[in-house]
Structures are given as C-alpha cells and as structure tokens.
C-alpha cells in the first residue's frame, strides 16, 4: 500500500525537505554556489568539504560563513583525521601526526591534546562535523586503505585512543564521527574500488573490532561511519552500508547507540558499482542510515536532486517507511542544534599550535646500525613513491626533503618508483649521502628491491620510514615516523641531521 503523501516534490513540502536533509552532499569550487544556497533554503542541512574547497584557512572561514547565511545551523563537514588524510591542510601537509603516531607514543592524554587544537582549528573555520576519527584495528597489516589512519592492531590500545580523539575533538563544539563500522581493519580490498569482505567468525568481530566503538560511544561519539565492507558473520547478503543487521540491530540495538549514522561515501564503487547510486542511497536510509555521505568525487546540483527524488519515490512507492525518513532527517537536526549550541567550545580553547610538532617528536623510532655518521652535508633524498589509495589523494606533499633543504642547504631530492628505482636514486645521487625515504616497504616488492640496491652501493644511507613500520629497520640509521604528515616529515628530517 503506498502511505499518503501531502503534495509533489516541490521542494517546500515536508518529506522533500526529509529527502534533502539527509544528504551532505559535496560540491566544486572555494565559494559558495548558487545552487547550494538554494538546497539550503529548501531543506539541505549539511555539505561537505573537500581538499578541492581549501585553499586557506581564510579562505575556508569565508566559505563556511557564506553557507551559514543561508542556514545558520548548517553541518559543515570534512574529512580530516590529521595525518596522512588531510585536507585542511591538503596542500602542505597535516599541521598534525595521524592516528598511528599517536598510538606509537600510547599517551591518551596527548591524542586528546592533539584533536583538542584539530577541533579549535575547524571550529575557527566555521566546520562543525569531523568525519573522524578512524576506529579501525589494523589486525591485516597489509590492509591497502588504512594503514597508519589506525593507531594499531592492538584492540585495547585503538580503544582508548579513539574515545581520546571523540573528547579532544568534541570539547571544541566540533562533533566527531568514529569510523568505519563494524571495522574496516581486517581488509586487503579498498572500498573505494570494490566490495572487502571480512571471513572471520562473529566472536573474533566482537572481541576485536567492536570495543573501539564501544569505547567512542560511551565518550560520546555524535555520529558513527558505517563500513562498505561485507562481514558474512554478521550479514551474508548485505555490506555494513547496507545492512539492517548491522546498523540498526546492532549498532543501535545491541550496541545501544543513538547518535547519527552517516554512511561511508555513496560513490565509491562497493556502493554505486555494486547496487548504482540512487537504490544504495534508499537501502541505506531503509537499513538505518541517517545522513548520506556522497560528493568524494565531484558532487553536482543533479546528483543531489536525483538522490532527494529517489528517496521520495521509495517513500511513495512504499519501498522506505516514510517515518524512517523522518527519523534519519530529525537526527541530522539534532546534530546541528547540538554544533550551534556548542560554538562556544572553540572559544574556551586555548590555543596549542605546536602541539602536533611535539606529538610526531616522540612518535620517531629511531635504529642506528653501528656508529653512523651524521649527516652534516648537503645530502640527496631519494624519495620512493608508491600509489597512493583514494583517501590520501595525490594533492598532499609529503616526505622530508623540503625541511632537509632548510636545514642542510643545497639538499636535492628526486621521486622514483619502479624495476630500476635503486639505480636510478644512485646516479641521480651522484656521490652524495642519501636518505631514502619510503612509505610500506613490507607491501611494495620494487620497493625493497629498491632498497637492497642502495644499501649494497651506499651502506651509509639513512632510510626514513614514513608508512606502517612492518620490515625490519635497516640502513645506517631508520627512522620511522608512523605516518607522513607535513610534521612527521620535520621531525624525521631533525633526527637526520641530529645523527
């Protein structure tokens, strides 16, 4: 039977404004667009932004309040975990060490610190919703999407760091967004490309990858991210996304979370490659969903019309209750009266601008292989590049060779991947000392073969680790960063020289 409506989508009626309220949509461009301003006026409650919107922090805040004087409860939010996923500061590289630094030092009350001036940062922007931080156990260490966006493999440790980053990040009024449930660790697929499937039975699940959610919903956690990962333990049929059994059995049954539930972005292929875009949209808000991540990928003014009418259709065809519609927009409400209660946060907080320095300071682990010499010359960088998955992105610098140019200069670098990457590093480095900077050596073979050849030639050579740590250190000296943030880089590239 289909339910009664009250008028045609026309944009003011009651479940056209539920349709729009539900969707954070993305968009192109550093201003505000025209049609976005328009969604707003009719029931758009939330956007997202992207490192395609962030030039400066000015820039942002000039965005952010453009926004609000459409709508001045809007849910701004973004994806910044710090680290390598970052885009407040996408173009320079994070201000902030991401997760698995953090969880290398395992100081809970410097992962409170450390999103406490992440969550002043965004505040000041005009950003109130963080989709972070990332709960996931790192249990499969070749894991090719979250890597160091874990604090690591141990369930305690990734527990008590994530119910730290929800307080840090949510005393600033800024609300934070624990990911991606039920867990997003134990994979060798990225999403972003396919469907990962988790084959572990239901009691592993438990013990292992549910307690960092239980321990972000007992700090408060306003918003959980669901997975696009198929558990058949928990759902044979369905991916977290997706799935009733998931989302609304156990996250809010079992669980007994009440916050909102956004969905992992809508575009990535597990979603729209598998089921197409506008039904993966209706079966999520049908599963328990209550905000649809979508705009990764660039975000029209199409797209979000098409989604809003496909959730009216599915309601007017009976496909989707129209009061669970209603709920999922009610809670994004909710959310937003909760950030403009909380502006004042950010304000109460006092400023801490160096202490994402601090923390990559003490997240280096650094290995010296006999008396190494430092290096006190202008030296070569050799800088081995592998591809980068999705949610880094390949706008985002990294690596240590601008601050070893500030502090040894003449320092030159080059970037080399592939076969024949060691013999080219060492003719590009003609003679100089080299530092070899990687990222995941355990998970590229060119990589290491890369490595063997420098070592052979050059035993001297500094290797700088900036992905997960899992080959045995080797070089001179090994310096490994547990991530490559902007910051990471400056604190490698003061051990370089420090010897």
């Known amino acids: 039977m289909t339910p009664p409506m009250t008028t045609l989508a026309t944009g ?49 805040t ?53 999103s406490r001036e992440l969550g002043r940062r965004l505040a000041a922007c005009g950003v109130n919703f963080d989709w972070a ?59 972003h490309h396919a469907v990962p499937r988790i084959d572990v039975d239901a009691d592993t699940l438990y013990e292992r990858e549910l307690p960092p959610f239980r321990a972000a919903i007992a700090a408060g956690t306003r918003a959980v991210m669901s997975a696009h990962i198929l558990v058949p333990a928990l759902d044979p049929d369905r991916p977290g996304t997706l799935s009733r059994r998931i989302l609304t059995e156990l996250l809010r049954g079992e669980l007994g979370y009440q916050g909102l539930i956004v969905t992992d972005g809508m575009e990535m292929r597990a979603i729209s490659g598998t089921y197409g875009l506008e039904h993966g ?45 209603a709920d999922a927009a009610a809670r994004v409400r909710d959310l937003a009266r909760w950030t403009a209660r909380s502006r004042s946060g950010a304000a109460n907080t ?25 290096v006190t010359a202008p030296a070569y960088v050799a800088q081995f590049e592998p591809a980068r998955n999705i949610a880094v992105g ?14 040894l200069p003449g320092t030159a670098s080059g970037s080399f991947t592939g076969a024949r990457a060691g013999e080219a590093a060492l003719a590009a480095a003609d003679g100089r000392r080299i530092i070899a900077v990687i990222r995941d050596e355990h998970r590229h073979d060119w990589m290491a073969s890369a490595l063997d050849t420098l070592l052979a030639a050059r035993p001297d050579t500094v290797v700088v680790e900036m992905g997960l740590p899992q080959a045995a250190p080797r070089g001179a000296v090994h310096i490994a960063t547990y991530g490559a943030a902007r910051v990471c880089g400056v604190a490698a590239a003061e051990a370089v020289v420090a010897g």
């Open 281 to 325: 949209v209706v079966l999520a808000i049908a599963a328990g969903a209550d905000a649809i991540c979508v705009g990764g990928g660039l975000c029209d003014e199409g797209t979000v019309l098409g989604l809003r009418d496909a959730l009216v259709a599915a309601v007017r065809s009976g496909e989707l209750p129209e009061e669970r519609l």
């Open 133 to 191: 931080p990332s709960a996931d156990v790192n249990a499969n260490p070749d894991n090719p999407v979250i890597g160091v966006r874990s604090f690591g493999a141990s369930t305690d440790l990734v527990a008590r760091h994530t119910a730290a980053w929800v307080e840090g990040l949510q005393s600033t009024g800024v609300a934070a967004c624990t990911k991606h449930f039920p867990g997003h660790g134990d994979t060798n697929v990225d999403s």
């Open 12 to 60: 003011t009626d009651t479940l056209t404004r539920d349709a729009l309220a539900v969707l954070q949509p993305g968009f192109d461009g550093t201003t505000a667009p025209d049609w976005v301003r328009r969604r707003l006026g009719e029931g758009l409650a939330s956007v997202a932004l992207f490192g395609r919107n962030v030039v400066t922090e000015d820039q942002v």
């Open 350 to 374: 006092e400023p801490n601008p160096q202490i994402g320095l601090v923390a990559a300071r003490r997240a280096l682990t650094v290995t010296r292989a006999g008396a190494a010499a430092p």
């Open 62 to 114: 000039a965005l952010t309040a453009e926004l609000r004087a459409e709508r001045d409860d809007l849910l701004v939010a973004i994806d910044e975990e710090s680290g390598d996923v970052t885009r407040l500061d996408v173009r320079t590289g994070s201000s902030f060490p991401g997760n698995h630094a953090l969880g290398a030092v395992d100081d809970p009350a410097l992962t409170r610190a450390v």
């Open 394 to 407: 390949d706008q985002t610098p990294w690596g240590v060779a601008a601050e070893l140019q500030r502090l």
